[in-house]
Structures are given as C-alpha cells and as structure tokens.
C-alpha cells in the first residue's frame, strides 16, 4: 500500500551538545511512504499483524518504522473468512466490507536536519488507528488512518500516517 506518512519531532534539551546547539529543534518529516502489511493468527473478530513503513519519496528527512500489534474488526458477526463443511460439501463465507481499529507497537528511526546538522534518531512508537477493507472478486482494496507517538533518545515524535491500497489474492 502507499500514502502519507507525516512525523513531527521536538528535540530533548537534555541530549544536545556543543557551542552551536542551545536550543532543541523541532520540525518534521513528511513523505510519501510505503508499507507492507501481514496479518496472521487471524481469528473470528480479530487478528495479529506485522507491518514494516518504508519511504517512497522522502524531502528533507526520512522515516522508517516495522512492529506489530493486533486488528480488531466491527460490524459483522463473522469479520474473517468461515468455512462450513460436512462430509460431502464445503461453504465458504468471506466477508465484503469490513470495518476495524488496531494497535500496535513499532520501533521508528527518524533521520531529520536542523540548522546546525542532519541528526536520527530511534525511538519506540505506540500506534493507534482504524480503517476499512472491501472485498472485489479478484483482489480488496484497504484504507487505514493512524497516530503514533514515539520517544526516542534524542527526540519525542508524533505521527499521523494514511494508507490505501490493493491486497492481492495469491490462491
């Protein structure tokens, strides 16, 4: 999937060094990013993921996160795919639209300039967003809109990211 993935930064005053560095940057990063997404264990309402966030095109700085966290769907009493079967046939029931929240943990690395230099950072995210999913014959398209805040040794983060795209059916 591609989007927006947009990391605000302010500085730890305490972490600053030399005669040039009195005051804590702040700032952000904005780039058109990537992710790639895998869920797994997934289960009537809810499932685990994995995600990694990657640039696509980056302007004055660059960001890149990966973690892992847990989806939970609404609006259905069977949000993942039922199979129903006896000894001589088997139905299977996929839903079209799904709508969830998740949460999630990542670990983010934020390279940004200030002034005086081009600095990074890591730091450790907590992630919160939600998003919809409708199923085509061929293949779903997915949307999802998050927040992170992260801290880090240097900086303390916020980040608003957006995603759409297609996930392609591989049976």
Request: aromatic share 12%.
């Amino acid at each position: 999937m591609a989007g927006l993935a947009n990391i605000g930064f302010t500085e730890t005053q305490s972490t600053l060094q030399g005669p040039n560095q009195t005051t804590a940057a702040s700032g952000s990063v904005a780039a058109i990013s990537g992710i790639a997404h895998y869920k797994f264990m997934i289960q009537n309402r809810r499932a685990f993921y994995t995600q990694f966030t990657f640039p696509l095109l980056a302007s004055q700085g660059s960001y890149l996160s990966g973690g892992g966290g847990i989806e939970y769907y609404f609006g259905q009493s069977q949000a993942a795919k039922t199979i129903l079967s006896d000894s001589t046939t088997s139905l299977t029931i996929t839903p079209d639209l799904r709508y969830f929240g998740f949460a999630g943990v990542n670990m983010g690395y934020i390279a940004y300039l200030t002034p005086t230099a081009k600095k990074n950072d890591t730091t450790l995210e907590i992630e919160l967003g939600g998003g919809l999913s409708k199923k085509f014959t061929k293949f779903t398209l997915r949307t999802q809109a998050s927040i992170a805040r992260g801290t880090g040794v240097s900086t303390t983060t916020m980040g608003m990211k957006f995603f759409a795209g297609g996930i392609f059916f591989l049976d």
